[in-house]
Nanobody, 122 residues
Framework: VQLQAFGGGLVQAGGSQRLSCAAS????????MGWFRQGPGKEREFVAG????????FYADSIKGRFTISKDSAKHTVYLEMNNLKPEDTAVYYC????????????????WGQGTQLTVSS
């Protein structure tokens, strides 16, 4: 599978942005798709995940209530809708795939997209 993340950009604090992750190649309904982010000088951290087959979602506490992950199975695309953005949300956002259930650790994911930069200005 190949993953391509896009939709980043420059947005003002309090604004919204939607990221997309398009999957090409063989995609299995048993997989879970995740979004991670890596801010300047920080470790890559889990943001949100969704299971292809059921649409079940799970989130990091730091973004819960502001970010929503969703999917379009027909398009093999996963979205991350981000609202009320803060400067600390500035990061490169990555999408990834895993066979693990509700995986939140980076090493549980086997396929990664190239990342898309989101910058939130204050």
């Amino acid at each position: 599978v190949q993953l391509q993340a896009f939709g980043g950009g420059l947005v003002q604090a309090g604004g919204s942005q939607r990221l997309s992750c398009a999957a090409s190649g063989r995609v299995y309904s048993s997989w879970t798709m995740g979004w991670f982010r890596q801010g300047p000088g920080k470790e890559r951290e889990f943001v949100a995940g969704i299971k292809w087959s059921t649409g079940s979602t799970f989130y990091a506490d730091s973004i819960k209530g502001r970010f929503t992950i969703s999917k379009d199975s027909a398009k093999h695309t996963v979205y991350l809708e981000m609202n009320n953005l803060k400067p600390e949300d500035t990061a490169v956002y990555y999408c990834a795939a895993t066979t693990a259930v509700r995986a939140t650790r980076r090493n549980e994911y086997f396929a990664w997209g190239q990342g898309t930069q989101l910058t939130v200005s204050s």
